[in-house]
């Protein structure tokens, strides 16, 4: 076999989704299922899909030339459903489908064998959404709404037990007038949440290469440092949950970047809808980003939504002046500006500026991309220190980054709260003397909570919203 034909067969992961302008015809939704299936069979490719009237969201695994052959053959799928339904013009030799599917590929760890980080089933399924930001209510829920429904009881009851337990720790039990209000100000927010109607017919988020978010940041940033502004002009805004952002963000000098701190996607909304988020974002421009981009596609449209609506948390607050989005996400950016290997030295002079610091969380086998951001600490990029790392061990502070600790994430070894199971960061020094959950009890081991002494259920508490400023 040739050289040429020996390179794509290296095992790659692709990450992608689309959102069609008149999105799917629903009569041909287990039609195209079956197309999938039928392709990533024959192609050997295992991964997860969703199908929706919206259009589709994916990460599949298997050799470079499959995974590349599949995407061809899903954009003439795609023409064939899709492009009849929009118009009858001629689109000359362009492929209209480059501007609405998004596709990724991704590099593999070296530090773990490939076998394990490739899916080892394949599963397509029809959805509601692309990406689910609201969740469902009892009349759209579909066959397993009885299941949704416990489920939904049982969080709510999670979630009052523990903001009671808050409310007592931060004021006192005497002051139960404050607790009242506090508990009238959330249910307040998730009744706005749940009656903003139509949002997804509002305007996306405006694109933003990798390229052209760099440039409009560092410029702000610039701007920022000569005092141009009386405060930020701009803000960014992670939408992802608080276990990816422990281990690699965005931070832009002199710039604030608000962190949800969600455990869910589906609790964004709630977040977005605070005091500390609505501070932050009202009149500024907003830069949103997530790992691959297919959130910030609902979250761009519901946060133009919510603040047009002049409810809750936003009642009387000034409409974000521009809302951004970075195209492809931070898997996108980093193959611009992020490095595979060790991060370069301080002094090198052709160091690209890059804003991102640390690993990019994924949701596949590998738990982490290779691509690491070694993001700068001042607008200068050859002489300022870079930062590749942000994660701390909850028990000892040092730094670290990884919830595997050395161990593929198939092997199920990673650290979590015995109480409620989020991923939590624990060295290696420390990951000895606690006990994961699910792990056995031992003597002179302690169990491993989120809140280092206590769970604090951490995520799933709207008012964890904050505000940082690098």
Request: glycine share 6%.
């Given at each position: 076999m040739?050289?040429?034909?020996?390179?794509?067969?290296?095992?790659?992961?692709?990450l992608?989704?689309?959102?069609?302008?008149?999105?799917?015809?629903?009569?041909?939704?287990?039609?195209?299922?079956?197309?999938?299936?039928?392709?990533c069979?024959?192609?050997?490719?295992?991964?997860?899909?969703?199908?929706?009237?919206e259009?589709?969201?994916?990460?599949?695994?298997?050799?470079?030339?499959?995974?590349?052959?599949?995407?061809a053959?899903l954009?003439?799928?795609?023409?064939?459903l899709?492009v009849?339904?929009?118009?009858?013009?001629?689109?000359?030799?362009?492929?209209?489908?480059?501007?609405?599917?998004?596709?990724k590929?991704?590099?593999l760890?070296?530090?773990?064998?490939?076998?394990?980080?490739?899916?080892?089933?394949?599963?397509?399924?029809?959805?509601r959404?692309?990406?689910?930001?609201?969740e469902?209510t009892?009349q759209n829920?579909?066959?397993?709404?009885?299941?949704?429904?416990?489920?939904r009881?049982?969080?709510?009851?999670?979630?009052?037990?523990?903001?009671e337990?808050?409310?007592e720790?931060?004021?006192?039990?005497?002051?139960?007038?404050?607790?009242?209000a506090?508990?009238?100000k959330?249910?307040?927010a998730?009744?706005?949440?749940?009656?903003?109607?139509d949002?997804?017919?509002?305007?996306?988020?405006q694109?933003?290469?990798?390229?052209e978010?760099?440039?409009?940041?560092?410029?702000?940033?610039?701007?920022?440092?000569?005092?141009?502004?009386?405060?930020?002009?701009a803000?960014?805004?992670?939408?992802r949950?608080?276990?990816e952002?422990?281990?690699?963000?965005?931070?832009?000098?002199?710039?604030?970047?608000?962190?949800?701190?969600?455990?869910?996607?589906?609790?964004?909304?709630?977040?977005?809808?605070?005091?500390?988020?609505?501070?932050?974002?009202a009149?500024?421009q907003?830069f949103?980003?997530?790992?691959?981009?297919?959130?910030?596609?609902?979250?761009?449209?519901y946060?133009?939504?919510?603040?047009?609506?002049n409810?809750g948390?936003?009642?009387?607050?000034e409409?974000?002046k521009?809302?951004?989005?970075?195209?492809?996400?931070?898997?996108?950016?980093l193959?611009?500006?992020?490095?595979?290997?060790?991060?370069?030295?301080?002094?090198?002079?052709?160091?690209k500026?890059c804003?991102?610091?640390?690993k990019?969380?994924?949701f596949?086998?590998?738990?982490?991309?290779?691509?690491?951001g070694?993001?700068?600490?001042?607008k200068?990029?050859s002489?300022?220190?870079?930062?590749s790392s942000?994660?701390?061990?909850?028990?000892c502070?040092?730094?670290h980054?990884?919830?595997?600790?050395?161990?593929?994430?198939?092997?199920?070894?990673?650290?979590?709260c015995?109480?409620?199971?989020v991923?939590v960061l624990?060295?290696?020094?420390?990951?000895?003397?606690?006990?994961?959950?699910?792990?056995p009890?031992?003597?002179?081991v302690t169990?491993?909570l989120?809140?280092?002494?206590?769970?604090?259920d951490?995520?799933?508490i709207?008012?964890?919203?904050?505000?940082?400023?690098?």
């Amino acid at each position: 076999m040739s050289t040429t034909d020996d390179i794509p067969t290296k095992h790659m992961i692709a990450l992608y989704y689309c959102y069609p302008p008149a999105g799917l015809p629903k009569d041909q939704l287990e039609p195209h299922k079956l197309f999938h299936q039928e392709t990533c069979t024959n192609l050997n490719l295992g991964g997860r899909i969703r199908v929706s009237e919206e259009g589709i969201n994916g990460v599949l695994s298997g050799t470079e030339n499959a995974l590349r052959e599949y995407e061809a053959s899903l954009r003439k799928e795609l023409l064939k459903l899709v492009v009849v339904v929009i118009d009858d013009n001629d689109h000359d030799d362009d492929d209209p489908t480059t501007e609405w599917l998004d596709i990724k590929y991704c590099h593999l760890r070296n530090d773990i064998p490939t076998e394990q980080q490739l899916f080892d089933s394949l599963q397509v399924k029809i959805t509601r959404e692309v990406v689910s930001l609201i969740e469902p209510t009892p009349q759209n829920q579909g066959k397993n709404k009885g299941k949704r429904c416990r489920q939904r009881r049982k969080q709510k009851r999670k979630e009052k037990q523990m903001q009671e337990k808050l409310a007592e720790a931060s004021v006192g039990e005497d002051d139960s007038s404050n607790n009242k209000a506090t508990a009238v100000k959330l249910a307040a927010a998730k009744e706005v949440v749940v009656n903003i109607e139509d949002w997804k017919n509002n305007t996306p988020a405006q694109h933003l290469s990798p390229e052209e978010w760099n440039n409009k940041l560092l410029e702000l940033a610039q701007q920022e440092e000569e005092g141009s502004f009386e405060e930020s002009e701009a803000v960014l805004l992670d939408t992802r949950n608080i276990y990816e952002t422990r281990v690699g963000h965005f931070a832009v000098p002199q710039l604030p970047t608000l962190f949800p701190n969600t455990r869910k996607f589906s609790s964004l909304p709630l977040a977005l809808n605070t005091e500390e988020a609505a501070e932050a974002l009202a009149g500024k421009q907003v830069f949103m980003y997530c790992t691959g981009g297919v959130r910030c596609e609902r979250a761009g449209t519901y946060l133009r939504a919510l603040s047009d609506s002049n409810s809750g948390a936003w009642q009387g607050k000034e409409k974000p002046k521009a809302i951004f989005q970075l195209k492809g996400g931070i898997q996108k950016y980093l193959e611009t500006y992020g490095e595979q290997v060790e991060p370069k030295s301080d002094d090198d002079a052709d160091a690209k500026p890059c804003l991102y610091r640390g690993k990019n969380f994924v949701f596949d086998q590998r738990r982490t991309d290779p691509v690491i951001g070694n993001g700068i600490t001042s607008k200068a990029a050859s002489d300022s220190e870079r930062v590749s790392s942000v994660g701390q061990c909850i028990i000892c502070s040092k730094t670290h980054d990884d919830y595997d600790n050395g161990f593929s994430p198939c092997d199920e070894k990673e650290a979590r709260c015995c109480r409620c199971r989020v991923l939590v960061l624990v060295c290696n020094d420390c990951r000895p003397n606690v006990r994961s959950c699910g792990e056995p009890e031992t003597d002179n081991v302690t169990d491993l909570l989120c809140g280092r002494t206590t769970c604090i259920d951490e995520g799933n508490i709207a008012e964890n919203v904050e505000t940082v400023r690098f």
